[in-house]
């Protein structure tokens, strides 16, 4: 079973920093491509990045480009989102999912870690 745990969503203020957190277990974590989506108040689902495995290729979103950076871990079976510069928009429900940029909305998906940034 596909678990996957996410972490690190606190209250931040604008321009600070954040690294988000995904446990991933109950599969081959080193081979599979990993997402982080989010989901703002009152909107749907919007795909934040990608990462594949074993080769590392990123890719982000045009908007996100420059302030965050998705990076993975194969040895901890984990999946981070180091988020820059946070602006008011960026709050959200962060969730950690299993599949790339082109799967990820059919994936397993966390049950997702919030953050808020606010002064």
């Known amino acids: 079973e596909v678990q996957l745990v996410e972490s690190g969503g606190v209250l931040v203020q604008p321009g600070g920093s954040l690294r988000l957190s995904c446990a991933a277990s109950?599969?081959?974590?080193?081979?599979?491509?990993m997402s982080w989506v989010r989901q703002a108040p009152g909107k749907g689902l919007e795909w934040v990045s990608s990462i594949g495995s074993p080769i590392m290729d990123t890719i982000y979103a045009d908007s996100l480009k420059g302030r965050f950076a998705i990076s993975r871990d194969n040895t901890k079976n984990t999946l981070y989102l180091q988020m820059n510069s946070l602006k008011p928009e960026d709050t959200a429900v962060y969730y950690c999912v299993k599949g790339g940029a082109s799967t990820w909305r059919t994936g397993s998906r966390g049950q997702g870690t919030q953050v808020t940034v606010s002064s």
């Open positions: 109950g599969f081959t974590f080193r081979t599979s491509a």
